[in-house]
């Protein structure tokens, strides 16, 4: 169950630990699957890391509920693209989704650092600004895409250079604090 005015970390994987983007083209359909479907089902997506294997998404439920059809039909929409693009069969994902609400406002923005994080903290970049599928990049002002709504966390922020400050001060330590919003 989520309920309205509520914030999530959505998290999920390939099954076995197996990618699920193969290419540029899948994480930008993800992200359109993810924009159409939020929007349907009312959430507002705060935050979001497309991993090689996983996804981190930071939502906001607006109606109780809904967050579970969202999340059905996106990963349903997906898979049976991937599925059907690559001519495989089976599941995509590990499981349906995991779900964590997110407990305080200080941990809402702890969480986002971390999703924003998440590439360089797995060695696949140097910086975040250098993941293509993240959010930071509309968080630090390097883009100016509709789909976070990043006024939720930069607002408590003076201006983004701050939060962009936030986000680096941290890049050398684990927020063990985090440990029960993460992903296992």
């Known amino acids: 169950m ?31 699957r993810l924009r159409k479907y939020s929007s349907k089902g009312k959430q507002l997506v705060i935050a979001y890391c497309l991993m ?15 967050l ?12 049976k693209a991937i599925n059907k693009r690559f001519q495989r069969n089976g599941h995509l ?3 349906t989704y ?5 407990e305080n406002n200080n941990q809402l923005l702890r969480l986002s650092r971390y999703i924003h994080l998440n590439p360089v903290k797995a060695g696949l970049v140097n910086v975040p600004e250098e993941w293509p599928y993240s ?8 883009r100016h895409g509709s789909l976070p709504a990043t006024e939720i966390i930069i607002s408590q ?23 029960k919003v993460k992903l296992e």
């Open 2 to 32: 989520t309920y309205a005015e509520e914030y999530y970390h959505v998290i999920n994987r390939g099954n076995e630990k197996q990618p699920i983007y193969y290419n540029k083209d899948n994480y930008r359909f993800f992200l359109n």
């Open 52 to 66: 090689p294997n996983h996804f981190h998404l930071l939502m906001k439920e607006t109606i109780d509920n809904h």
């Open 68 to 79: 579970k059809k969202t999340m059905l039909s996106l990963q349903t929409s997906y898979a």
């Open 93 to 95: 994902f590990q499981d």
């Open 98 to 102: 995991k779900k964590i609400r997110i």
């Open 135 to 142: 959010s930071y990049h509309e968080y630090a002002g390097l």
């Open 157 to 179: 922020f003076p201006d983004k250079q701050a939060y962009k400050e936030f986000v680096m001060d941290h890049l050398d330590e684990d927020d063990k604090e985090l440990d």
